[in-house]
């Protein structure tokens, strides 16, 4: 079998798996079986709760990748434009304290995503322009967010609010489902919103067709008179703001307020999704949702006073989930198959 | 000569490259309706004349006109608009990606903001039913044979229009019946008054197809030809520039005990697929095999297997005697004393950004006098590399040069040099002279006969039928994983490799109307 | 003649191109971090004055130069070795601390032990903890191709969460406090001193705090050079570094040779762990994981991934460290605009082809480093 269609089995098995786990958490919530502990730490509406609010970052990061890498740009420095993100949207939220919030916020969003935007725009410089090994390049950036960051974090400043959610009507009232997808802030519905744009995106509009294209073989893509290496800069810098997109929902709307280092590998992580969900949104989303629930679960252990394991420990459990499903899958996905080597149109005889 | 209006003409061209005059006043019209054949050598400067024509490269002097009109192109783009379209050597496809998808790619059919899919579609169906050019518009590419991928590279240059059509080396991974099909698409496109532009550097082809050829040689136009008249000899005379050797000089074989002995071989591709079922032949000290077929029959994987470089899934594979299945490539060249010039010398054959003399070590570093124990002896190095250099007439500044800079001739004798040069008894050749100059290619046979004189069984493969059939004593036919066939040389016709290269079985031959 | 085809460019002459484009990363760097100061309503000329003093002001200094450039030259070899094979280690951070977690708990374990032993063996265990970290990504990414970018960065996580259990004060709880914990510490979680004989003697003034890994370091620099330029298996590791299907082809272990270069990998930071431990800190607190592992890649770039130039870059990353404290002590400037100008250093050695348009260099000067060649599968 080709790679694409052992793909296609492990989606099916995924969405079926997804199925049966929103079925138990219905049932758990709903009948007696929530009366058992260990059921509420695995399915409660708490557990589901923090798996969406652990996945939003990834799954944004995950998105920046798929941007980027399906045009051919490894993406190593998502860590860093979320980490960038997180403290523009920081800077941004303090200067306007005395703004109205929504107004504040949404400012403080745009901020975020301006500031990965040209963090995504470097790294494409880097790489592009500069030809430096594009694995290197994501590292200067990774190194380069955490020490500006660290060097003009006024460690006094307060952010004042964040986003609240908003509960959409009738869907929030469905039972379990309802407050935990229709019942949240603003920037959870528009990572939301943004997977199924991006899918949509992908596969079905000009741009989508060219970008896989560029991604898969340049040289196809030149000879039919499309620019590669713009659409390299374009997708690379849309895949920053979105990550940096991630950084502000951070600040924004889960924290409330930046710590140094606050990203803490999620940019790493979302990159595992993205290879686990085999370059496809979707894909990425549910990894992303899985790791987000190892998260959750790490959580929910510790609120259920679980002593016997120390909770380092159990910490350790989204890092290593990733390294066991980067283990397991890679070599039966298939990157873009152009990734990571540089383009040029003139004498490429 | 002709008083229609040429649709384009090129003028004066002129391209350099750093280094190098790959086109140097090349003039040439071309009128709807014929099929010109371009003539010439690899490195002749077709390819660059065409990526000019083609707007991929700007000339450095000269002018292009089109239906009578100076043009300036600076993307393909500019070259598409005005109706010229290529097929490239090198198939211009995504292989991951529809029929569908790829022939719109760049000049989509959109209805909204989405792609109009069923549009193109149709839009395909009509230009395949219009010049017999069967294909599903929905299928993967990778899924495709090579012959239909083509098609659907003549569609997409269709699909946008083309009445100029510029085929570039289109014969080279196709059957010998594949090219009768692809001949007889290119008859039916020129009565519909497309021109065509066909690159070649078989004299047969362009003899049989073309209106009218024009030769080059060295960047250069050194002559234009009439098929009714030209002659093979003739036009290989202005291709080259001096009268060709067609046959390598070489005595009768006098072959040995078997060396090389494959049984049953299975193996699978890169893509997991079965690409060896059941493959046995065997080589004799002193004999040439040559194993002919297109292109991705499963020779690169039978080469792999037998150097140790994939693992056998079946079946049993023995040099001199001694059972090498599961060897490793170092076993396979120290045990069986054996040699490879692989398919790939810039992938496998060399390290590019090591010295001349790293790479004549590259599979010897860790053997008296190169290496005491651990620790590596540069002196001796040296001193290997001074002599090979000069005994294979490898040019180089300096051995401590990168290989990566020579050209690619020097390249493949830096390659000959350190596998000929060590004590073999079996001798792995894939495609030892694609892409290098006559005289290295010259030079390399000469070796490779060399060696068969000296009592070295030698396994040939090459995708050339014409470096098969000149230096082989036995001639094996690979086709879909399995040897269909072993001929002696002399009862080995074009025709009938040509019909076992298509998969048509030895025994249904004299039914395709070929008596033996 | 005289042997054309035995022409070889002149040594020093190499040696001096060779500084160039190091020199000129630090400079460029060093301007952009004195505008973006100034930018940003700090003096410069202060900070740059005080980091100047803090570094080599003094002997005290110069001292504490060479003290923070040792563990530097080891994680940036361990970083470089890998380069050498195509391999891109992020994970020196983890094997640091698993070098130190291990040489600690040598360290305050055997009393009584002559010290010659107590101290090798304490490195002993550094050397293993290391190796272990760095085997991990290596085996996974023969066995199963995991990217050992994403396996290093992870078990960076991992390796700071088991290296903070082991000294874990215990939680309020009721968990347990960790095998490494100093009870005396009462809340803070830290390990014991370690044991006087498991300590790395001390030269000169015993005030400089100049301990014996300065020399180990030093050796080992060499011993790494041999290795790579001088041995048959440093012939692999760079042939597979540069060309892995001409390795495959020549005959050379591939698999083995990745698991190798990252078990040195492994082993080059887990020593700097075990010897920061044994010379400096002579305790294990969560907080001394610091920068070193990150700061190696940095290094070894600059250091253009060649054992001697990583001994200059560590020395110059040792300055930047060592006078960072002094400088925001004088100049009230943030330490943490050193990692600024070191990700700018960084971003121009990495990046050659901006360096030699800013200063019309020829081309063929440098050697690209390429590690994104097996990017999302394709194992060794």
Known sequence: MRPHRVWKATAIVGWVLALALVALAILVNTTALGERTWLRVLFGVSALNFTLRAAIPLILGAMSGILC???????????????????????????????????????????????GGIMGLLHATFSIRFRMDQIISGTVIIILAAGISAYLFDRDAVAEGKFAPIAIPLLSQIPVIGPVLFAKPLLTY????????????LFYTRWGLRTRAVGEHPRAADTVGIPVNRYRYMNTTLGGMVAGLAGGYLVLEAVGQFQEGMTAGRGFISLAAMIFGNWNPFGAMGASVLFGYTQALQNELLLAGVKTVPRHFISMLPYLVTIVVVSGFVGRVRPPAAEGKVYETEGGE | MDTREPILEVRDITKVFPGVVANNRVHLELYPGEILGLLGENGAGKSTLMNIIYGLYRPTEGEIRVRGRPVTMHSPKDAIALGIGMVHQH?????????????????????????????????????????????????????????????????????READILILDE????????????????????????????????????????????????????????????????S???????????????????????????????????????????????????????????????GQTELVEVITGLRPATGGRLRIAGQDMTRASPRQITDRGQSCHVPEDRHAYGMVGAYPVAYNLVLNTYYRPPFAQGLTIQEEAIAEHARRLVAEYDVRTPSIYTRAGSLSGGNQQKLVVAREFSRPIQLLIAAQPTRGIDVGSIEFIHQQIVAKRDQGVAVLLVSYELDEIMALSDRIAVMYQGQILDVLPAEEATRERLGLLMAGVHPQEHTAAGLST | MANAI???????????????????????????????????????????????SGAFGDARALARTVRKMVPLIFTGLSVAVAFKAGLFNIGAAGQFLMGTVAATAVGISFPGMPAPLHVSLALLAGVVGGLVWGLIPGLL??????????????????????????????????????????PTARAVSESPDILESARLPLFFDPAYRLHAGVLLALAVVVFIWWLIYRTTIGFEIRTVGLNLKAARYAGMRVAWTVVFTMGIAGILAGLAGAIETLGVNWKFAPEFGGQVGFD???????????????????????????????????????????????????????APTLIRLLFRMEAEEFEVTTISQTWGGGSG
């Open chain 1, 69 to 115: 890498e399906r045009s051919g740009i490894i993406n190593i420095g998502i860590e860093g434009m979320m980490l960038a993100g997180a403290f523009a949207a920081f800077v941004a939220k303090t200067n306007t304290n005395d703004w109205p919030l929504t107004t504040s916020l949404l400012f403080s969003t745009l901020v975020a995503v301006g500031i």
């Open chain 1, 190 to 201: 528009l990572a939301l919103i943004l997977v199924a744009l991006l899918h949509v995106g």
């Open chain 2, 91 to 159: 198939f211009q496809l995504v292989p991951v990606m529809s029929v569908v998808d790829n022939v719109m790619l760049g000049s989509e059919s959109i209805r909204g903001p989405f792609l109009d899919r069923e549009a193109v579609a149709r839009r395909i169906q009509e230009i395949a039913s219009r010049y017999s050019l069967e294909v599903d518009p929905y299928a993967i590419v990778e899924d495709l044979p090579v012959g239909v991928r083509q098609r659907v590279e003549i569609i997409k240059a269709l699909y």
């Open chain 2, 170 to 233: 289109p014969t080279s991974v196709l059957t010998p019946q594949e090219i009768q099909g692809l001949f007889q698409i290119m008859d039916l496109l020129r009565r519909q008054g497309k021109a065509i532009i066909f690159i070649t550097h078989k004299l047969k082809e362009v003899l049989h197809i073309a209106d009218r050829i024009v030769v080059l040689r060295r960047g250069e136009v050194v002559g234009e030809a009439d098929p009714q008249t030209a002659s093979q000899a």
């Open chain 2, 235 to 297: 036009l290989a005379a202005m291709m080259v520039g001096r009268e060709v050797m067609l046959v390598v000089e070489k005595g009768p074989a006098s072959p040995g005990p078997v060396v090389l002995e494959v049984e049953g071989l299975e193996a699978v591709n890169d893509l997991g697929e079965p690409a060896l079922r059941g493959v046995s032949l065997q080589v004799r000290a002193g004999e040439i095999l040559g194993v002919a077929g297109v292109q991705g029959n």
């Open chain 3, 6 to 52: 035995d022409r070889r460019p002149g040594r020093l002459g190499r040696f001096l191109r060779s500084l160039l484009l190091p020199v000129a990363a630090i400079l460029i760097a060093l301007a952009i971090g004195a505008v973006a100061m100034w930018a940003f309503g700090d003096d410069p000329l202060v900070a740059y004055r005080g980091l100047w």
């Open chain 3, 141 to 182: 990414k023969v066995y199963t191709g995991a990217h050992e970018v994403i396996v290093t960065i992870m078990l960076n996580y991992v390796a700071a969460l088991l290296a903070g259990w082991t000294v874990y004060a215990g939680g309020t709880e009721g968990q347990s406090p960790g095998p490494l914990w100093d």
């Open chain 3, 296 to 350: 190696g890649i940095t290094v070894a770039l600059l250091g253009q991934t060649h054992p001697f130039g990583i001994v200059l870059a560590a020395f110059l990353f040792g300055a930047l460290d060592a006078g960072a404290a002094r400088m925001q002590f004088e100049s009230g400037v943030a330490q943490d605009i050193i990692q600024v100008i070191q990700a700018l250093v960084l971003a121009f050695v990495a």
